[in-house]
T-cell receptor, first 115, second 112 residues
């Protein structure tokens, strides 16, 4: 296993369309995090899972955003009715267990462009 | 005031220089301090982490945390052109939320 993977790497969509991103964490990691990064800014936390349980959601995660991790392995992030302000890099990270939760390893990201 | 402040630069140095990157923070609950390196259009790569105060060294990289001043630093010795990237500091509080709070990142260029 070489690390966290994310698909697709790039997504261009029209305003109002729904999009879904997938994240596959490092296989033995039970924690999975989603962040969003806009140009010139650091990543901002969106939500995280321990196994299949979603434990925390940021205020940034509006009603149009939903994340799932149905079997405690891969996760999906869906954005409904996309807006131009949703254009960003969506990053997924994973970590191993409670004792190492600060060691978050990031994937390559999915770059979303809303036209 | 943002929880984590980081000068975005850009910072340009000659090859072989010692580079100093810094962040300040306002949240006293932060106990874990991380440095990430991010190449253009890639995901952040974890370089180093430190718990509470003190220094940590890994090869050419040294991380320092001064909790009394709420100030953290990353030093890069003998900088190389391959070190050219954006460096992000990140912090986490102990207990409760597991979210990382990032600075804006400092863009570093090491010139051959």
């Amino acid at each position: 296993d070489t690390g966290v993977s994310q698909n697709p790497r790039h997504k261009i969509t029209k305003r109002g369309q729904n999009v879904t991103f997938r994240c596959d964490p490092i296989s033995e990691h039970n924690r999975l995090y989603w962040y969003r990064q806009t140009l010139g800014q650091g990543p901002e936390f969106l939500t995280y899972f321990q196994n299949e349980a979603q434990l925390e959601k940021s205020r940034l995660l509006s009603d149009r955003f939903s994340a799932e991790r149905p079997k405690g392995s891969f996760s999906t992030l869906e954005i409904q009715r996309t807006e131009q302000g949703d254009s960003a890099m969506y990053l997924c990270a994973s970590s191993f267990a409670v004792s190492k939760h600060y060691e978050q390893y990031f994937g390559p990201g999915t770059r979303l462009t809303v036209t | 005031q943002k929880e984590v402040e980081q000068d975005p630069g850009p910072l340009s140095v000659p090859e072989g220089a010692i580079v100093s990157l810094n962040c300040t923070y306002s949240n006293s609950a932060f106990q874990y301090f991380m440095w990430y390196r991010q190449y253009s259009r890639k995901g952040p790569e974890l370089l180093m982490y430190t718990y509470s105060s003190g220094n940590k060294e890994d090869g050419r990289f040294t991380a320092q945390v001064d909790k009394s001043s709420k100030y953290i630093s990353l030093f890069i010795r003998d900088s190389q052109p391959s070190d050219s990237a954006t460096y992000l500091c990140a912090m986490m509080a102990q207990g409760g939320s597991e979210k990382l709070v990032f600075g804006k990142g400092t863009k570093l260029t090491v010139n051959p």
